[in-house]
């Protein structure tokens, strides 16, 4: 069993930056695959970014080069640094978590998170 905790969410203006984090329970964090989703009013969720406990890494083209993916197992945590952050970014974000590979489907993640909200000011 997993459970997770997204923290670092906020307002910043457009070009600006933000860093969450996600705290996971559990003591096989290490063997799962870690992702962030995000979610905009009336839209359906969306991937974001993904990586394994190897260190194998996916991102959506669309924040390719803006976002940073990055996860310490010692401290059972997930970070996402959001650099040169867009009005179209705005969303709750979302960790999630299955044992194994990255999937870049939310459907195929059994843990979630409560979500973040991050709102990017034009």
């Known amino acids: 069993q997993v459970q997770l905790v997204e923290s670092g969410g906020g307002l910043v203006q457009a070009g600006g930056s933000l860093r969450l984090s996600c705290a996971a329970s559990?003591?096989?964090?290490?063997?799962?695959?870690m992702a962030w989703f995000r979610q905009s009013p009336g839209m359906e969720r969306d991937f974001v970014a993904a990586?394994?406990?190897?260190?194998?890494?996916y991102y959506a083209d669309s924040v390719k080069g803006r976002f940073t993916i990055s996860r310490d197992n010692a401290k059972n945590t997930m970070y996402l640094q959001m650099n040169s952050l867009k009005p179209e970014d705005t969303a709750v974000y979302y960790c999630?978590?299955?044992?194994?590979?990255?999937?870049?489907?939310?459907?195929?993640?059994?843990?979630w998170g409560q979500g973040t909200q991050v709102t990017v000011s034009s």
């Open positions: 999630a978590a299955r044992y194994g590979s990255i999937s870049l489907l939310g459907t195929e993640y059994g843990y």
């Open positions: 559990g003591r096989t964090f290490g063997t799962y695959a």
């Open positions: 990586i394994r406990w190897n260190g194998n890494i």
